[in-house]
Each structure stands twice: as structure tokens, then as C-alpha cells.
């Protein structure tokens, strides 16, 4: 399948606009590592909110690409849309599809680091709040859903 010069001039338009929003939120998630980081809740909340909303608009452009795709007839994940880009008969779209590609991956990365860092975060706020009520880690065993549940209630060590 090939598509015409307007056709192609279109669908770079659209992939253009999915590759900016990928961007910004590769921005935002790197802005999120460094705010979980510093355990900053104000800051992480703040950031969390701006990331909903760059996913939202992230979601919109792809659904306007696919939209797009399917007027000229060419389903999104399909082989006639893998075959367009490998035919070179889209050029002014191929090289923005691979950065397309590249960005998600950057993303993936990025939002798995991010949830590391979030993971660890509760770890160690789940010790301290354990350490605070008097329950050690050798008292905790492992639930259905492998979440630590504590044997026996613990002792309070202070009172507010």
C-alpha cells in the first residue's frame, strides 16, 4: 500500500503530534524521579497531576493517529502498517515512527525506574511505621497476595 503525498503529509503531522506528547511526559517522569527522590509528597502530588493530564493528551494524539490510519483503510498494529514503513513509501514518516518508537521505550524505562523508586519509598515508610508500633520484621509472614502480614499486633513504643 502506498499513500499519497497529502496522505503521508497527514500522518507525519499526527505522529509529530503523539512525538511531542511523548516527550513531554519523558520530561515529567524525570521530573517525578527527582521529586521521588527527595520525598517531597507536595511535589510528587504536583507532578502526578501533570502526568495524568500529559497521559490523557498522550492518549488523544494516538487515538487521532489511529483514527487517521483507519480513513486510508490501514489498521493500527496491523502488517500493512508495518509494510508502509518498511516499503519506504512513506518516507517524511518512517523516521518520525522509529523516534515515535524510541520515545515509548524511553518512557517504559523511565516510568519503571519510577515505580523502583516508589516500591523502595514504601518499603522504608512501611519499617519505620512498623518500628514506630513495635513490630519487628521477624514477626511478619507473607499473605495469599504476597503482602507481609504481622503475626500478632504490635506494642506501641510511644503515645502522642
Not at 21 to 49: F, G, H, N, Y
Not at 102 to 123: D, K, P
Amino acid at each position: 500500500m502506498t499513500l499519497s503525498a497529502d496522505q503521508q503529509n497527514q500522518l507525519a503531522q499526527a505522529i509529530s503530534a503523539e512525538l511531542k506528547c511523548a516527550r513531554m511526559l519523558q520530561e515529567i517522569l524525570q521530573r517525578e524521579q527527582a521529586a521521588l527522590k527527595s520525598t517531597d509528597p507536595d511535589q510528587v502530588l504536583e507532578i502526578s497531576r501533570e502526568k495524568q493530564q500529559a497521559v490523557k493528551q498522550m492518549q488523544a494524539c494516538s487515538g487521532q493517529r489511529e483514527n487517521l490510519l483507519a480513513s486510508f483503510g490501514i489498521a493500527a498494529g496491523s502488517t500493512e502498517l508495518n509494510q508502509l514503513f518498511q516499503s519506504g513509501s512513506a518516507t517524511a514518516c518512517t523516521d518520525l515512527w522509529r523516534q515515535l518508537g524510541e520515545a515509548a521505550e524511553q518512557l517504559r524505562q523511565q516510568n519503571e525506574i519510577n515505580g523502583g523508586i516508589l516500591a523502595l519509598n514504601q518499603r522504608h515508610n512501611k519499617q519505620a511505621l512498623d518500628l514506630l508500633c513495635g513490630r519487628s520484621e521477624s514477626r511478619n509472614t507473607y499473605g495469599a497476595t504476597g503482602e507481609q502480614n504481622p503475626d500478632q499486633p504490635g506494642h506501641s513504643l510511644a503515645k502522642a
